[in-house]
Each structure stands twice: as structure tokens, then as C-alpha cells.
């Protein structure tokens, strides 16, 4: 089992909905990031969570420690909100970071 | 440009040739990470460093992996007697390292590699 799971894996929604991603993992940790990555590569970091909420524009991350899981909120999705999301852990007992498999979102217009 | 800058953007190469990819970090980010993405992956942990000195590596890195950060700035990953398997995305990303609990990673656009 990985150590860190999102859902869905693939997800395709019309302009304007409101988009869940989620991440659930299963060892003790020290940071949450979010990151999108476009295609051809290119990374951004979008959150840091280490608990509670953080907003940012239409982008909504929450964290619950206890239960070891995170969700990602886009409201007003729009086409260029597709792209691929993904969740990544820093481990308690070190740095290094574990990356989830992504979930890939695809706004229609 | 003051980001994350990769070198070569894309590598194709023969089975058993040996490859190096250079990153050049944000200046002044003393932690520099590099990961191994295969189509329809998450990024995988290969290895980092703090200034210098390599801190950690993945299992991952077999023997024919090696990076260098002489002068703690920019890095480099080579990989020797390339196998198929290797083709994949390399990503590189460096940290300021001020405070663990804070840092964001920043990535660079990664290095492609094809081996044929």
C-alpha cells in the first residue's frame, strides 16, 4: 500500500464546478504540500500545510492531523485549472518528501 | 529568471551511453533535492543535499547514479551504462532550509530522458 493515496485519480468536470481532490496517508508527518504540475512538466508548490486551512485565490487546502487527511477545494474551476495535482508528505523521521500519484483534472469548457 | 533551471531540457541517448543532467538552484537555497517522475506518476525521491554534502539518498539510486554538489550551488546527476528503464523525467528542486516546517520546494522544469 502507498504510503500516501489520492482520489480520484482522474476527474473531468465542467466550467464552474466546485472540484474535491483528496490525499490520505499513513505515516507520521511533518508538512502537506499540494503542487500542480502542468503538462511538459513544469511544478508548482501551491500549499504548505502542517494543520488547519489555508486559501489562496480560489484554491482551498485543509489538513486534519488526527485523521491523516487532506483535501484540495477549487472553486469557480475553469480550463486552466487542468492540470495534474499532487500531494506530498515530509516524513516526521527525515526530509525526504513522498509524492502521491496525482490526480489528473480536466475542466471542459 | 531567478528559478529553478534545469540543463538539458531533453536527452536522448543510446542504451549504455552515460548521461549528466545539471540543476542549477534559486542562489542562496542551500538544500537542492533531486526526484525520477515515469509517465503517470508521482515524483520519486532520489537524493538531496544540504550546501555540499549529500544527506540522504533513495535505494533508488543504484551505482550507476551519482550526484555532485562540489560548491553547494548548482548540482549535477549522471547516469552510467543507461538502461531503458531510466527514461523518465528528472526533476530537481532546492529549498532555502530556514525552517523545516515551512520551506516550500521550488521545481525546476526537469530534464527528459529517452534512452533507446
Known amino acids: 500500500k502507498n504510503e500516501v493515496e489520492q482520489s480520484p485519480q482522474n476527474l473531468t468536470a465542467q466550467e464552474g464546478e466546485f472540484i474535491t481532490i483528496n490525499c490520505s496517508y499513513s505515516?507520521?508527518?511533518?508538512?502537506l504540500h499540494w503542487l500542480q504540475q502542468h503538462p511538459g512538466g513544469g511544478i508548482v508548490s501551491l500549499f504548505m500545510?502542517?494543520?488547519g486551512k489555508k486559501k489562496h485565490g480560489r484554491l482551498i487546502a485543509t489538513i486534519n492531523i488526527q485523521e491523516k487527511h487532506s483535501s484540495l477545494h477549487i472553486t469557480a474551476s475553469h480550463p486552466r485549472d487542468s492540470a495534474v495535482y499532487i500531494c506530498?508528505?515530509?516524513?516526521?523521521?527525515?526530509?525526504?518528501?513522498?509524492f502521491g500519484k496525482g490526480t489528473r483534472l480536466h475542466i471542459l469548457p | 529568471d531567478t528559478g529553478v533551471s534545469q540543463n538539458p531540457r531533453h536527452k536522448i541517448t543510446k542504451r549504455g551511453q552515460n548521461v549528466t543532467f545539471r540543476c542549477d538552484p534559486i542562489s542562496e537555497h542551500n538544500r537542492l533535492y533531486w526526484y525520477r517522475q515515469t509517465l503517470g506518476q508521482g515524483p520519486e525521491f532520489l537524493t538531496y543535499f544540504q550546501n555540499e554534502a549529500q544527506l540522504e539518498k533513495s535505494r533508488l539510486l543504484s551505482d550507476r547514479f551519482s550526484a555532485e554538489r562540489p560548491k553547494g550551488s548548482f548540482s549535477t546527476l549522471e547516469i552510467q551504462r543507461t538502461e531503458q528503464g531510466d527514461s523518465a523525467m528528472y526533476l530537481c528542486?532546492?529549498?532555502?532550509?530556514?525552517?523545516?516546517?515551512?520551506?516550500?520546494?521550488?521545481f525546476g522544469p526537469g530534464t527528459r530522458l529517452t534512452v533507446l
Open positions: 500545510l502542517s494543520s
Open positions: 528542486a532546492s529549498t532555502s532550509g530556514l525552517a523545516t516546517f515551512t520551506d516550500t520546494q521550488y
Open positions: 505515516v507520521g508527518i511533518s508538512a
Open positions: 506530498a508528505v515530509r516524513k516526521r523521521d527525515g526530509d525526504k518528501i513522498i
